[in-house]
């Protein structure tokens, strides 16, 4: 087995996934910056969010974990939001030539009442490696609600990969691919300029998770952040900058064993 491989493996059977989450989908660096809520702030996971767009969006997001290249992951991200019905995709890509994980998503959202928003999306994940002659693959549907009950506060519940099937040979078990995740979170903007989030989550391999992060707006068109997520406890912080139709959001996780995690997204509007 290559060096390479023996690590990737090892990284991920002694030490939970950041987030605990599949490796695909990491959120971008705006909820990676606030602790991880993905219920109320990433689209990659709540399809409902992107009914709170105004615009259309492109958006490509990085994440490196422990400054290792063969844990990378990359997501490219397109928003369409419309006033009866938006639509997105994404493609995703984790890992290297030896080791390698694909996703490929497609959602739609629709606005139910002023307050209530819901999501469904669809993805096919794929899984490459040396360790199966076979290529694993799982389907999956994603659902997602988000509901605002008064202003400045949105609150948000998703199911991941539930329901799903694995197949692509006797290779491909159960094991191979992340399987549902329940979250509910929240969003609110305590005073100007202020806003915190949290999160509560569960899913097949953990009982419980929550998280806790809040965004300072200090200027305009720049803005502070900082989060903590428990199982295992993970601080993280971040900025965000926006400049004419783009926006820049980098965040940064720290794991007492294995060292800091960087994420950068670059998105543009239109």
Known sequence: MKPNLLLLLISFHLYPPIYAIDNLRTGDARSIGMGGNEATASPVFNPALITLYERNTLRINCFNRYALKELGSMN?????????????GD?????????RESMFR???????TKQWNLGISVQCALLQTELYEE????????????????DKLLTGLLITNCPSVSF????????????????????????NNVFISGALSTGEDYVAAGSLGFEYV?????????????????????????????HVDVAAVYHTVLGISTGLGLSYSF
């Open 76 to 88: 490219a991200n397109l928003y369409l939001p419309g006033k009866t019905l938006s639509v997105g």
């Open 91 to 99: 493609v995703a890509s984790f890992g290297y030539d030896a080791y």
């Open 106 to 112: 497609f959602f739609m959202a629709k606005p139910l």
């Open 135 to 150: 290529q694993p693959t799982q389907l999956s549907v994603d659902v997602g609600l988000t509901y605002i009950p008064v």
């Open 168 to 191: 692509g040979g006797k290779s491909a078990e159960k094991k191979e691919f992340m399987y549902y995740m329940i979250q509910a979170g929240f969003q609110w903007e305590l005073i």
């Open 218 to 246: 200090a200027f305009q068109d720049f803005c502070l952040r900082a989060g903590l997520r428990s199982a295992p406890m993970l601080p993280s912080f971040g900025f965000g900058y926006a400049f004419s139709n783009f």
